[in-house]
């Protein structure tokens, strides 16, 4: 590999990175703004007002708006607004199902880093290699080290975080595949109006209404649209539409061990051993699906002296 093809390797790994450090943080912002608003509701102001900041400041790339492109950003909408009902749904339950814990929650949706190699094999025939499949169980496991402690048993929710995490995987594939016919960059614009949409059709379907926002609610859901919606969901877009699906799924799912590492540096969790573990078992994950071992010597072939 020469070095600009590594140069231009490294950037989308980045971004992917430092979204799951801005969805880490997100998660205590997060828990303290859902208390006392019904869930679509925040996720359509949430939306709304990413949608229109990233729409207000990319103006110039609505020239390339097209059927392509409307299209895709409906289809990518529609998937992760699915991803997230179902997540949110786990963890609150839904009607006789009941909800499953933070860590569970965590541990569920998690699956996609599994589920995205051989999704892409069924529905792509891209076969994944053994390193793919090595460094996806290698960061299930790391996950839920982190994530689980000692939460044993599965509930109704459990099942509905995992179909959430089902359609997380989906997304991820889906995103490089209209990224090649469509601008990037519009395409979040517009997953981002079509998850306001559905939010807002979703208060109606529910019957939940609107409600007064405090003001100091008003600021975290400032950080969750400017943030962790506009600029990490942009980042998450840009970075899959140069990276194979499955090195995506092991580097976006940092944003786990990040949520609980922000959550103990700032929150009321507390480290244990098996956290550390998990941190080190995910992170040898991206190591082995990023450069498949290729930093060991290999063993030469010496030919038979005459």
Same mark, same amino acid.
Not at 254 to 274: C, N, Q
């Given at each position: 590999?020469?070095?600009?093809?590594?140069?231009?390797?490294?950037?989308?790994?980045?971004?992917?990175?430092?979204?799951?450090?801005?969805?880490?943080?997100?998660? !205590?912002?997060?828990?303290?703004?859902?208390?006392?608003?019904?869930?679509?509701?925040? &996720?359509?102001?949430?939306?709304?007002?990413?949608?229109?900041?990233?729409?207000?400041?990319?103006?110039?790339?609505?020239?390339?708006?097209? @059927?392509?492109?409307?299209?895709?950003?409906?289809?990518?909408?529609?998937?992760?607004?699915?991803? *997230?009902?179902?997540?949110?749904?786990?963890? +609150?339950?839904?009607?006789?199902?009941?909800?499953? /814990? %933070?860590?569970?929650?965590?541990?569920?949706?998690?699956? *996609?880093? $599994?589920?995205?190699?051989?999704?892409?094999?069924?529905?792509?025939?891209?076969? %994944?290699? !053994?390193?793919?499949?090595?460094?996806?169980?290698?960061? =299930?496991?790391?996950?839920? !080290?982190? +994530?689980?402690?000692?939460? /044993?048993?599965?509930?109704?929710?459990?099942?509905?975080? =995992?179909?959430?995490?089902? =359609?997380?995987? !989906?997304?991820?594939?889906?995103?490089?595949?209209?990224?090649?016919r469509s601008d990037v960059v519009l395409l979040t614009v517009l997953q981002f109006a079509t998850m306001a949409a559905l939010s807002w059709l979703g208060m109606l379907v529910a019957g939940q209404s609107a409600v007064p926002i405090p003001l100091d609610n008003w600021a975290r859901i400032a950080y969750l649209a400017a943030f962790a919606t506009?600029?990490?969901?942009?980042?998450?877009? $840009?970075?899959?539409?140069?990276?194979?699906?499955?090195?995506?799924?092991? &580097?976006?799912? &940092?944003?786990? %061990?990040?949520?609980?590492?922000? +959550?103990? &540096?700032?929150?009321?969790? @507390?480290?244990?051993?098996?956290? *550390?573990?998990?941190?080190?078992?995910?992170?040898?994950?991206?190591?082995?699906?990023? /450069?498949?071992?290729?930093?060991?010597?290999?063993?030469?072939?010496?030919?038979?002296?005459?």
């Open positions: 590999m020469t070095e600009s093809q590594t140069k231009t390797k490294i950037w989308p790994q980045l971004l992917m990175v430092a979204a799951t450090v801005i969805w880490g943080t997100s998660f !205590l912002i997060m828990k303290q703004a859902v208390d006392g608003l019904p869930v679509f509701y925040l &996720l359509a102001v949430r939306f709304t007002l990413g949608s229109g900041l990233l729409a207000v400041i990319f103006c110039r790339r609505w020239k390339n708006l097209d @059927r392509a492109a409307l299209k895709g950003g409906a289809v990518l909408g529609l998937l992760m607004e699915g991803a *997230y009902i179902f997540q949110t749904y786990g963890l +609150s339950g839904l009607g006789p199902l009941q909800g499953t /814990t %933070p860590g569970k929650n965590a541990f569920f949706t998690g699956i *996609y880093c $599994v589920l995205v190699p051989f999704f892409s094999w069924l529905l792509f025939r891209k076969r %994944p290699d !053994l390193y793919n499949v090595a460094a996806a169980l290698f960061c =299930m496991a790391g996950i839920g !080290l982190v +994530s689980l402690g000692g939460e /044993t048993g599965l509930v109704g929710g459990d099942v509905l975080t =995992m179909l959430g995490g089902a =359609m997380f995987a !989906l997304h991820i594939l889906a995103v490089p595949r209209y990224a090649q506009a600029l990490a969901m942009l980042f998450q877009n $840009v970075g899959q539409a140069n990276t194979p699906p499955a090195a995506a799924a092991v &580097l976006l799912s &940092l944003e786990a %061990p990040f949520g609980v590492l922000f +959550s103990v &540096l700032f929150g009321d969790e @507390r480290p244990t051993p098996a956290m *550390y573990a998990g941190f080190a078992i995910i992170f040898f994950a991206i190591i082995l699906s990023e /450069t498949k071992l290729s930093f060991l010597p290999r063993r030469k072939k010496f030919d038979r002296g005459a």
